[in-house]
């Protein structure tokens, strides 16, 4: 009976754990699509960079920045959360010149949780 129990605990606890662990994976938002794609070749005419998340991001501090290959922004205006999407994060671009750039972005979820990262693509 004592085993019983202790087995029983066991297997709650265990449950809890996995509970816990998987609500804290959601708690964060991840890229689930990026436009223009890393390491993609776009030409220059691409007129702004878009990410979609797995959550809902807080406005007032996710961000996407955008810098050529001497460190230099090539943003025109505020990163901005979609209104009616929630998990959509775009900023538009300056024209654009053959190179490399580098996305970096913030992204900060509805609950308060940080998430960061950075990808390249190339202008032809």
Known sequence: MKTALISLSMRGGAAALALTLAQLAHAHAYPTHQAPAAGSAVPASQKDVAIDFDDS???????????????????????????????????????????????????????????????????K
């Open 57 to 123: 991001l807080e406005p007032a501090f996710s961000s996407i920045t955008v810098t050529d290959a001497h460190g230099g922004a090539v943003t025109s205006g505020k990163t901005v959360v979609d209104p009616s999407n929630s998990k959509h994060m775009s900023v538009s671009l300056n024209p654009l010149t053959p190179g490399v750039y580098t996305v970096s972005w913030v992204a900060v979820a509805a609950d308060g949780h940080r998430t960061q990262g950075h990808y390249t693509f190339t202008v």
